[in-house]
Nanobody, 121 residues
Framework: QVQLVESGGGLVQAGGSLRLSCSAS????????MGWYRQAPGKQRELVAV???????NYADSVKGRFTISRDNAKNTVYLQMNSLKSEDTAVYYC???????????????WGQGTQVTVSS
């Protein structure tokens, strides 16, 4: 069925950049939105950025001006460009999609496996 596959995480020094990618595959009929969440140790999972199929975006206040979300609808892929990284950005980053697929009656959430981003000082 539907799978979300993430890539691009890793170790980077403060002030550096990373780009995360997430591709959704399977019998997808339509995607309402795709986004990125993150969870640091001892913290709740939080929304980082989201983008709709029409291109509307929202960002957490903590990443505005530093992160940019984009998508390629033809490839069912979402990207997160992360610049000026800080140690507090260290977390597991999860890809999320709200989509309609063959075999389900209503759109539902799908999640990637998570990718580690570590920012060293």
């Amino acid at each position: 069925q539907v799978q979300l596959v993430e890539s691009g995480g890793g170790l980077v020094q403060a002030g550096g950049s990373l780009r995360l990618s997430c591709s959704a595959s399977g019998s997808i009929l339509s995607i309402n939105a795709m986004g990125w969440y993150r969870q640091a140790p001892g913290k709740q999972r939080e929304l980082v950025a989201v983008i709709t199929s029409g291109g509307s975006t929202n960002y957490a206040d903590s990443v505005k001006g530093r992160f940019t979300i984009s998508r390629d609808n033809a490839k069912n892929t979402v990207y997160l460009q992360m610049n000026s990284l800080k140690s507090e950005d260290t977390a597991v980053y999860y890809c999320n999609a709200v989509l309609l697929a063959v075999g389900i009656s209503w759109p539902r959430d799908y999640w990637g496996q998570g990718t580690q981003v570590t920012v060293s000082s």
